[in-house]
Structures are given as C-alpha cells and as structure tokens.
C-alpha cells in the first residue's frame, strides 16, 4: 500500500492504458478518479473494479482538451476524493494516415486531443500540488516521439511536445517536490493497437505485442519515487533503445 492517502487523476481511464494504470495504482493504495469522454459503461467497470481493492473511486466524464471541461472535472474530483497528488494523462486518439492525406483539421484534432489536455490538465491540477509541496505528473507518450511510430507524422508530433512539457515542468517544479516523468510504450496491446493495420509484433525485438500491466507497473513506480524526475521511461520491448 505504498501508495496510501494518496489520491490519482487519470485521464482516459476507461479502457486500455488508462484502465490498468488506474486499477494498479488502486493496488498500491490509491484513491482513483477515472476520467472519460464517451465509454461511460467502462469507466464504470473501471469504477468497480477499484472498489472491490477497498479503495475510493469516481467516474467523471470531460473532454480534456476543452478548458471548461477540465475546470468542471477537477472540481467535481475535488469535491468526491480530494484534490489529485498524482495526475496520469492518458487521454489520447491515434489515427493511421498517409502523409498526403493529413489535413489541417487532423492535425488540430491530434495536438489537441494528444498535446493541449496535457497543459490543460496539469495547469488546473497543479496549484494544489504546489500548495502541498507534493505532487506526481506522469505523462504517456510513445515511441512515436522517438523513432516516427505507425500513424503518422501528426501523431509523433503531438507525443514528442510530451517529453518537452514534461522535462519543462520537471525542471520547473524540481524544488517543490514535484516530480514529471514520462513513459514512452510502444505496441501495448489495446485497442488503439490491435486495430492498426501498420503495427505488427515483428517490429518489435521481443517478438510480441506489450501487455497493459507492463505500463502500468511503471506508473506505479514513478508516483511511489521521489527522486526519479525529468525522464522518459520506455516500455517498447527494445525498439527504442535509449542511453
């Protein structure tokens, strides 16, 4: 239970990453606040799931990349569990495109969704942290940022400007006992995944797809670590090898 007293926003915490981010944390001893836009019935099995661990848990639906939405959510998680020590953001689209077929409208779409509610979120997240000299930033990216990825330039564009908010705020937040990390997957087995016709488990040295629970002990570290900050922990099965 290391992660006791401890309360955790998630955002895009119904399905995929977001779920098994949210229930692992749950195991360590965390209360949960399960963020969605539109799979209401699975953030509620999400919901369930944390609660039989004995732990507190709240669903709240927003579109993290509108700045109301964001303002309503943190608010509505405020009131239920508490203001959020550890902020995951999750939330995220990927969809595979041909250069030549990327519009203007896609590449809003994606830095929004992907890129925007990562500022969003922790700017309407973070004075409590401060306040309380704790906090725990965990952002997702994916190897995208580092080597291209399947989907598109739109997409590795929008994962790349993760790592350079998160070391921003790292550097930023250093002395106020505020942690930002991000972890970089590639290939995790969901939905956003298996329904890409580009991403193979041949492209990746392990010979297989990731599993959900491979990411998510990862988070588990990063919000019980004070000393780990500014980095990006990759989970890719060796694709991308870093330094």
Do not use: C
């Not at 977001?18 to 209360?31: N, P, T, Y």
């Not at 580092?146 to 929008?158: I, K, R, T």
């Not at 016709?197 to 002990?217: C, Q, T, W, Y």
Request: hydrophobic share 45%; net charge neutral.
């Amino acid at each position: 239970m290391k992660l006791q007293n401890q309360i955790a926003l998630v955002t895009g915490g119904s399905r995929g990453l977001g779920a098994a981010i949210a229930i692992a944390l749950a195991e360590a001893g965390a209360d949960i606040a399960i963020n969605y836009q539109h799979a209401e019935a699975k953030a509620e099995d999400v919901k369930t799931a944390i609660e039989k661990l004995g732990r507190r848990a709240v669903t709240v639906r927003a579109d993290v990349a509108n700045s109301s939405d964001v303002h309503t959510m943190a608010t509505a998680v405020e009131r239920s569990l508490g203001a959020p020590t550890i902020l995951v953001n999750n939330a995220g689209i990927a969809r595979a495109q041909k250069i030549e077929d990327i519009r203007e409208n896609d590449w809003d779409e994606i830095l929004s969704v992907n890129l925007k509610s990562v500022f969003l979120v922790t700017q309407r997240i973070l004075p409590a942290m401060r306040a309380a000299r704790f906090g725990r930033l965990i952002n997702l990216t994916s190897v995208a940022a580092q080597l291209g990825g399947v989907v598109g330039p739109h997409y590795a564009a929008s994962k790349a400007g993760i790592i350079g908010i998160t070391h921003s705020y790292a550097a930023l937040l250093v002395k106020e006992g505020i942690t930002a990390n991000a972890i970089s997957p590639a290939l995790i087995a969901t939905d956003m995944v298996t329904t890409n016709l580009n991403a193979k488990p041949e492209r990746i040295p392990v010979g297989r797809f990731g599993e959900p629970d491979e990411v998510a002990s990862v988070a588990v570290m990063l919000a019980s670590n004070a000393y780990i900050t500014g980095q990006t922990i990759n989970v890719n099965g060796g694709w991308y090898m870093s330094s």
